[in-house]
């Protein structure tokens, strides 16, 4: 984001919401690497696991889009393989 805001010399509208849109994928992937880490310590027995934990491999199981992914994501009906793959096409 530092490299982004630097190289931003005018802000347009298109690029302020550029860069919003940026940041807000920074929040949602880095949740979602968080989240998928912290399940994967607790299922390994590292930790315990905890009830968003729980919530989130209970969601994962039925192939829904976790609500702690939901909070900070864009808002979208589709299941959790059509929202990562729309997820990933957003990113690049």
């Keep these: 984001?530092?490299?982004l805001n630097a190289r931003a010399k005018e802000?347009?509208?298109?690029?302020?919401?550029?860069?919003q849109e940026v940041e807000r994928m920074n929040l949602l992937?880095?949740?979602?690497r968080l989240s998928l880490s912290d399940l994967d310590a607790g299922l390994?027995?590292?930790?315990?696991?905890?009830?968003d934990m729980e919530k989130l491999a209970q969601s994962l199981f039925i192939?829904?889009?976790?609500?702690q992914w939901a909070?900070?994501?864009y808002f979208s009906?589709?299941?959790?393989?059509?929202?990562?793959?729309?997820l990933l096409i957003r990113i690049k």
């Design 1 to 3: 984001m530092i490299e």
């Design 11 to 19: 802000r347009s509208p298109y690029v302020v919401v550029c860069l």
């Design 77 to 86: 009906k589709k299941d959790l393989p059509n929202w990562f793959d729309d």
């Design 44 to 51: 390994a027995g590292s930790v315990n696991i905890s009830e």
């Design 71 to 73: 909070a900070v994501a």
């Design 63 to 67: 192939n829904v889009v976790p609500a």
């Design 29 to 32: 992937t880095d949740t979602m």
